[in-house]
């Protein structure tokens, strides 16, 4: 009977899929997010075939897995190139990555991970390009993304193309281990520090929801009261134009409310200010 392979497109879904089709290399595969999404794709598409779903519950062992599939030898790769699980990670959070051609190409390599990085075929080359994408958007997050302080939790509003919102609010809450932190895309919010409001240690809710708990307080004038300090103190014959533009790039500007503000001092200068503004 024809098989069908439905796998969830995540590290442990792909794993899964790759060591299931070396075993059935004729089987059809196909990816959902939820088992919802898969019923209803296999609806539409596929009638009385043995469908083996894979990385839908959370499963052990993956180092296990990743050295059947990536073989045991270290890769050669750059200094600055993730290893295969992450790599795989990456992959999985760009905008234009396909898991099945994801699959596909982790089985063309036959356990040489030298080829996922090498770039010799096509395929290889483009994924390559797809995650250093992802990296280099991720890194630009942490480097210029400007959360702010208000009612109790550190926030920042992202617009990212790819999907890394959770890493980056990862690596916040790392950051800020004493804070509530939230990292709000569009209509979804992740939570880092959860705990120290009363909720899981990460989670994922709706941006409507931590907007509600952002409760007016005190600290909310923390930001405000610095940007007159700052702007009082700047003395402009001494702005560094160049510096300052190197400092807070145009192309990170969009990163958050902040960094848009940032950019704008950077290109139309200091309001004029007096310490007398405090007053």
């Known amino acids: 009977m024809f098989m069908i392979i439905a796998f969830k497109p995540t590290v442990d879904g792909v794993l899964l899929a790759c060591s299931c089709l070396k075993e ?26 043995e469908v083996k779903r894979l990385g839908f519950t959370p499963c052990g062992g993956i180092e296990g897995l990743s050295k059947e599939i990536f073989g045991k030898r270290r890769s050669r790769m750059a200094r600055f190139d993730p290893a295969p699980i992450r790599y795989l990670d990456l992959l999985l959070r760009h905008r234009d990555c396909d898991p099945v051609e994801l699959v596909h190409l982790v089985i063309s390599c036959n ?11 096509k395929l290889a080359k483009k994924y390559y390009n ?3 994408d992802v990296s280099r958007a991720y890194e630009r997050l942490c ?3 400007r959360p702010e302080f208000k009612g109790g939790i550190l926030t920042v509003e992202i617009d990212s193309p790819h999907d890394i919102g959770e890493l980056f609010c990862r690596w916040l809450s790392r950051k800020n281990p004493d804070v509530p932190v939230a990292v709000l895309v569009r209509t979804i919010a992740w939570v880092g520090n959860g705990d120290l409001l009363g909720l899981d240690r990460f989670a994922k809710l709706t941006a409507a929801f931590v907007e509600s708990l952002r409760t007016q ?7 405000e009261l610095w940007d007159i300090y700052y702007d009082s103190q700047m003395i ?9 533009k190197k400092m ?14 940032d950019r704008y001092k950077v290109e139309r200068g ?5 310490l007398d503004s405090f007053a």
Do not use: H, W
């Open 270 to 274: 200091i309001a004029s200010c007096r």
């Open 143 to 145: 480097m210029f993304a």
């Open 217 to 223: 307080s005190g600290t909310d004038d923390v930001d």
């Open 24 to 49: 059935c290399p004729e089987a059809e595969l196909t990816f959902a997010k939820s088992l919802g999404e898969l019923d209803r794709k296999l609806g539409f598409s596929f009638y009385g075939e």
């Open 130 to 132: 797809y995650m250093r």
């Open 111 to 121: 356990g040489d991970t030298d080829q996922l990085y090498s770039g010799k075929s």
């Open 248 to 261: 807070q790039p145009k192309s990170s500007a969009s990163m958050s409310r902040m960094a848009k503000r």
């Open 236 to 244: 402009d014959s001494r702005r560094n134009i160049g510096l300052a």
